[in-house]
C-alpha cells in the first residue's frame, strides 16, 4: 500500500510540472513516444499537441504505411497555433516519401529553424534540396547511411539558395560544384552561412571543390579524399581532419586552425597574422615541416605532435652543428 501510495505521490509531482518543462522532458525522445503519454491521466492527454519539436522515425514501425498513417495523425491532431523549432526525421528509401515531404512542409509553415534529417541504408538517395525552400531555417544536418562498406550517401543538387541558413552539418553525402562561369561556388547563394562541416562527403566538380563564401566564419573538413580550394575572407575557426587531397587555404583572418593529415595536402597561401591557436598533427613530417612551422611564429598558443617535435628539434641540431662547422672554417 505504501509503496502504491509514493508512487502516486511522484506521478502528481511530474504532472504538477509546468507545460515548457513538460515539453522540454518530452523534447528527446520521439514524437511516438511522446502521443503514447497520452493515456497516462487527463493532464497528459493533449500535452504532446503542443510540443515544438517533432522527432519522427520510421524505425519504430513494422511497415511504411503504418508509419505514414502515424504522421498523418500526428500532423491533423497537433495544435496549429504552435510553432515547431526543431524536427528530426529517419526516413529511408531511394527518394524522398511523400510523408517526408509532408513533415517538412507542416514544419516550415510553422517557422521551423532546425532540421536534422538522417537516412537509412539505400545505394543511392536522391534529395531536393529545394524542399528547404524556408524563411525561417537557420541549422540544417543531413546525415546518409555510415555503412562506408557500401558507399552510400545522399545526391544533392548542385546549387543550394537557402538565404537564411546559417549553421550546415553534411555527413555522408555527394556534393556537386556548380563551378559556374560567374564565379559561384556550392554554397555561394547561403547569403547568412556561418558553420560548415563537412564530414564522410564525396566531392563531384570538374576543376575541383571550392567553398568561396564572404561570411563563412567556422570550417571543418573530415574523413575524405578530395581536392578543396578555401576562399574565405571573414573565417576564424578551420579543422581539417584526416580530409586526403590538396587543401589551398586563403583565409587571411584566421585564428584558430587545427590540422591532422599529411604536410604535402596543406598549402596556406595567405599570411596569417590573426592566428593565435595552432594545433597541428602530421602524419610524415620531414625537413619541409619547419617551412609550415615558421608560418605560426607569432601564435600564442601551438601544440605539436611528438613527430614534428624530433624533425624540428633533428634540424635545428643539423643547422647548429652546420654553423659551428663553419664559423672554425672562416676562423681558420
Known amino acids: ?14 504532472s504538477s510540472l ?18 503514447q503519454t497520452s493515456v497516462l491521466s487527463s493532464r497528459w492527454r493533449y500535452i504532446w499537441t503542443s510540443i515544438p519539436c517533432l522527432n519522427f522515425s520510421c524505425k519504430g514501425f513494422r511497415t511504411f504505411p503504418k508509419f505514414s498513417k502515424f504522421v498523418k495523425h500526428v500532423l491533423s491532431g497537433r495544435n496549429n497555433q504552435i510553432e515547431v523549432s526543431s524536427v528530426e526525421l529517419t526516413s ?26 538522417t537516412f537509412l541504408p539505400e545505394k543511392k538517395i536522391e534529395f531536393p534540396v529545394s524542399l528547404f525552400s524556408s524563411q525561417s531555417l537557420k541549422n540544417l544536418t543531413l546525415t546518409g547511411c555510415t555503412w562506408r ?49 563537412l564530414k564522410h562527403c564525396r566531392l563531384v566538380g570538374l ?5 568561396s563564401h564572404p561570411g563563412l566564419s567556422s570550417l571543418t573538413l573530415e574523413d575524405s579524399y578530395d581536392g578543396v580550394n578555401v ?34 595536402s596543406l598549402q596556406l597561401s595567405t ?13 610524415d613530417p620531414s625537413n619541409k615541416t619547419v617551412c609550415l612551422l615558421q608560418q605560426f611564429r607569432s601564435v600564442k598558443f601551438l601544440t605539436l605532435n611528438l613527430e614534428i617535435v624530433k624533425v624540428y628539434l633533428y634540424w635545428s641540431l643539423m643547422l647548429s652543428t652546420y654553423n659551428s662547422h663553419l664559423t672554425v672554417f672562416f676562423q681558420h
Open 18 to 35: 509546468p507545460d515548457d518543462l513538460i515539453h522540454k522532458i518530452l523534447s528527446f525522445v520521439r514524437t511516438k513516444h511522446a502521443v
Open 149 to 197: 562498406v557500401y558507399n552510400l550517401s545522399i545526391t544533392t543538387p548542385p546549387t543550394w539558395e537557402l538565404q537564411t541558413l546559417a549553421t550546415l552539418n553534411l555527413h555522408f553525402v555527394t556534393l556537386h560544384d556548380a563551378n559556374t562561369d560567374n564565379g559561384d561556388s556550392l554554397f555561394s547563394h547561403c547569403a547568412n552561412l556561418k558553420n560548415l562541416t
Open 207 to 211: 576543376s575541383g571543390f571550392n567553398i
Open 271 to 283: 599570411d596569417l597574422l590573426h592566428l593565435e591557436r595552432v594545433d597541428v598533427c602530421l602524419s
Open 92 to 117: 529511408r528509401g531511394k527518394v524522398v516519401q511523400p510523408c517526408d515531404e509532408r513533415i517538412l512542409s507542416y514544419a516550415f509553415s510553422h517557422n521551423v529553424q532546425e532540421v536534422n534529417i
Open 231 to 264: 576562399v574565405t575572407p571573414q573565417l576564424k575557426n578551420l579543422i581539417i581532419k584526416g580530409w586526403r587531397g590538396l587543401h589551398l587555404i586563403s583565409a587571411p583572418n584566421l585564428s584558430s586552425l587545427h590540422y591532422k593529415g599529411s604536410y604535402d
Open 1 to 14: 500500500m505504501g509503496d502504491r501510495k509514493r508512487v502516486n505521490v511522484e506521478g502528481d509531482r511530474l
